[in-house]
């Protein structure tokens, strides 16, 4: 547009000259006032047409500089004007890829600390498995080999385990899971959730105490459920203490279907706002604790619609899962 202007301003002063001469003929007075406003006029053109190019031009610089991946730039410049439409436009993009920018920092860095976490975890059953694998190779009387043996297969259990429980919370995470909702009684979801608890529960002497509305139900994905109380469950009896007991309440409340398991003890109260976070394991947590079966849980309530909860009072930890009616 400034390539043109050069060719306009001699254009312009052309028709001024041969309008004022005539105006002159006419009446030198009226003649004197046209020139001037023609002149004033052409004179406002030429600079709003100036200054829309350099506008336009800036505009153009910044775009250049948000497309290089710098979204740090100041369009305060364009709040009026007719280019304020583009300006707004341009600042909404340039917050979109700022928050895309730290969004995938954030996601670059929570790989980075889950695939540190994970090798961790993965680390300690593979040792001790190749450490076993060893001293089975050397002649060893029976009952020791027997008790290598057994150690050896209850790493496997675990690494098991563990793999099995990493594959479910990257499934999680990628939200790759597809529920089936269905009708499942309070009953039926207990029930399947303490079965492989019973015999751990019972070497513990960990009395189950079970009450509230059973013959229920609530339309959820009953075996994802199942897996979520289950890790709460085992939560519970593994931090309770021996010959104490586990309370699961089922309420059909007005507003929600709700569950509760409590035992005895307190949780640490700065151990409270970190409970479901993968991987974190509390200041009391045992050795063979992962820290990932909370984390499940929530996750598992959370995308089919309810809530979890924990309250640490009296002596006792109390989860509460709800899920709105």
Same mark, same amino acid.
Request: hydrophobic share 35%; no cysteine.
């Given at each position: 547009m400034m390539k043109r202007i050069p060719w306009l301003l001699p254009l312009i002063i052309l028709m001024l000259s041969v309008f004022s001469g005539f105006i002159f003929g006419l009446n030198t007075t009226a003649g004197l006032w046209v020139s001037a406003t023609l002149l004033v006029v052409g004179l406002i053109w030429l600079y709003q047409t100036r200054k829309r190019a350099q506008s336009i031009k800036r505009l153009s610089t910044q775009l250049r500089r948000l497309l290089s991946g710098d979204y740090q730039l100041d369009l305060a410049e364009y709040e009026e004007g007719e280019l304020s439409v583009l300006s707004a436009d341009l600042y909404k993009l340039m917050i979109a890829f700022r928050e895309q920018q730290a969004s995938l920092i954030e996601d670059k860095t929570w790989l980075a600390d889950s695939i540190s976490d994970i090798s961790h975890q993965l680390k300690t059953p593979i040792t001790s498995m190749m450490m076993l694998t060893d001293l089975l190779k050397k002649d060893l009387e029976p009952e020791r080999r027997k008790q290598f043996l057994n150690q050896l297969s209850s790493q496997t259990d675990r690494l098991q385990w563990l793999v099995r429980n990493l594959l479910t919370l990257s499934k999680l995470d990628a939200h790759a899971i597809v529920y089936s909702p269905e009708s499942v009684s309070y009953q039926e979801l207990i029930e399947r959730s303490v079965e492989p608890l019973l015999i751990s529960m019972e070497l513990k002497n960990q009395q189950l105490d079970i009450i509230g509305d059973h013959d229920s139900a609530l339309t959820v994905d009953g075996n994802w459920l199942v897996e979520s109380l289950t890790n709460m &469950?085992?939560?519970?009896?593994?931090?309770? !203490?021996?010959?104490? !007991?586990? #309370?699961?309440?089922?309420?059909?409340? !007005?507003?929600? #279907?709700?569950?509760? &398991?409590?035992?005895?003890?307190? &949780? %640490?109260?700065? %151990?409270? !706002?970190?409970?479901?976070?993968?991987?974190y394991r509390g200041r009391h947590a045992g050795s063979e604790s992962v820290g990932i079966g909370l984390a499940i849980s929530r996750a598992i309530v959370v995308q089919q619609g309810g809530t979890i909860e924990v309250e640490s009072k009296n002596e006792q930890t109390t989860f509460r899962i709800r899920f709105p009616k």
């Open positions: &469950i085992k939560n519970a009896s593994d931090h309770g !203490p021996i010959d104490s !007991p586990i #309370h699961i309440k089922a309420s059909n409340l !007005p507003m929600s #279907h709700t569950f509760e &398991i409590t035992n005895q003890g307190m &949780i %640490d109260p700065t %151990d409270l !706002p970190h409970l479901f976070t993968r991987f």
